[in-house]
């Protein structure tokens, strides 16, 4: 009993060492932001706390024609447009998939999970000749449009479907309801776990998205958050406080939809281990 015990307190302390390591990069960025600049890169705990970086950010920015405060707000409107867009896309073609009998039902989901297996970096040339051709280059269209479907949330939602009663969608179909009434009312309530991890994570991959943003997207007013801030660290590397400040707010919205959608992504973690 004893030997179980030294075992427990050292798995626990080895866990806590690692929660540490994870955490500490965001706890010294988030303490940094707060810092004078001289003392960024000397002090752990500065002597005193300042706002000026901040400061910088939502006012000073716009005389270096980096506006900061649009870029978050063009991140904030690109995430979550993309974000709605996959949820609602892959829900109907979960349905259509795991209830809805096709001939080429079988091969369309075979073919999902074929896309799956390419990285996603091996599309962006010829997507980008493509958007090139429409014109869109320097548009909120590039950034939205090859996002709005995912194959990874279509076979998410396809396989938590398939965990619903039948019995649900025939007491449906009796009272006359149509598919997308069924997929809305019925089968979204029901997979609010899926939802909610399709939607976090495709909202932090659009939110953190650099690459793709920085071929397509030379405009500054139009820029997301994360390459306007590379491009100012890139022309202006002495402004490191600023910098810092705008990563801050740059992970700001993703703790506050973690902290609220963590049940139901807790919840659907722990289904997806059973």
Sequence with gaps: ????????YIITFVLLFLAVVWIYPYLWLFISSFK????IFTTVFPKRLTLEHYHFIFVMANKFERPFVRAFLNSLFVSSTVTFSVIFTSML???????IRFK??????????YQMLFPGFMFM????????????LNTYQALIVPSLTSSWGIFMFAQNFKSIPQDYIDAAKIDGANSLWIVL???????????????????IGVWDNFLWPLMVMKDYKKMPLS???ASFNHEYASYIGPVLAGAVIQTIPMVIIFLLLRNYFLQG?????R
């Design 1 to 8: 009993m004893r030997r179980e015990k030294i075992i427990s």
């Design 36 to 39: 004078p600049a001289e003392d």
């Design 185 to 203: 009312r019925i089968m979204l309530p029901l997979s609010r776990s899926t939802a909610s991890i399709v939607g976090l994570f495709t909202f």
């Design 227 to 229: 390459v306007l801030l």
């Design 269 to 273: 973690i722990s289904m997806s281990l």
């Design 125 to 136: 040339i010829p997507m980008f000749i493509l958007i090139r051709t429409f014109g869109w």
């Design 93 to 99: 073609m979960g349905y259509a998939i795991s209830r």
């Design 104 to 113: 080429i039902g079988k091969a369309v989901f075979n073919f999902i999970i």
